[in-house]
């Protein structure tokens, strides 16, 4: 008997909850948006963006936050400004020894070789040539961290893989290589 009152109770409560829907008004709806959308074509134009063709642009002359930006142009007279007068923002205790060998070994090494003699891998396999030691270059902090981010010869920029802090630290870590070779 317990068992009938159970089922017709489960029964009674199905018929109620789907007796009141009818399709052509649905019932109230939980976040409607969800439910029926309203469509866009891809790259199509709208008047729902305020230029009426595309989407929103960021606000002219404006950065990302935490980012500092880099002006020194990428020419050689750039090269030569930045190798005279940039130095590391970091100071001494933000410098990571462990942190650039890291860096430099998942980025540079392969080229210019773990001790910064010219001989990575790449280099021995002659799949690049011409990649100098570091102690037969005149180099500096600021020459090193411009070359990272602009790349030069056949050195493409760093400067998507790596932060500014991280190529400021690989700098460093170049400059101990080169003092000990």
């Not at 007796?19 to 790259?43: D, G, I, R």
């Not at 940039?86 to 070994?105: M, N, T, Y």
């Not at 799949?127 to 500096?140: N, Q």
């Not at 600021?142 to 400021?168: C, D, F, K, P």
Request: aromatic letters at 12%; glycine letters at 8%; proline letters at 4%.
């Amino acid at each position: 008997m317990k068992s009938l009152y159970k089922i017709v109770t489960v029964v009674g409560l199905s018929f109620m909850a789907t007796s009141c829907f009818n399709e052509s008004k649905p019932n109230y709806q939980f976040f409607p948006n969800m439910y029926e959308a309203v469509p866009y074509e891809t790259y199509s134009e709208h008047g729902v963006f305020a230029n009426g063709k595309e989407g929103q642009l960021p606000a002219e002359g404006s950065i990302k936050r935490g980012f500092v930006p880099y002006e020194i142009p990428n020419t050689t007279e750039g090269y030569e400004l930045a190798k005279a007068s940039l130095v590391s923002p970091l100071a001494a205790d933000q410098i990571d020894h462990e942190r650039g060998k890291q860096l430099f070994d998942v980025y540079c090494a392969i080229c210019h070789g773990e001790k910064g003699d010219g001989k990575g891998n790449l280099v021995k396999r002659e799949k690049f040539l011409g990649v100098p030691s570091y102690k037969d270059r005149e180099i500096t902090a600021g020459s090193i961290y411009h070359v990272e981010t602009y790349g030069l010869n056949s050195m493409g920029s760093h400067a998507n893989q790596l932060t500014q802090e991280e190529r400021w630290q690989v700098a460093d870590y170049v400059l101990k290589l080169r003092s000990e070779l």
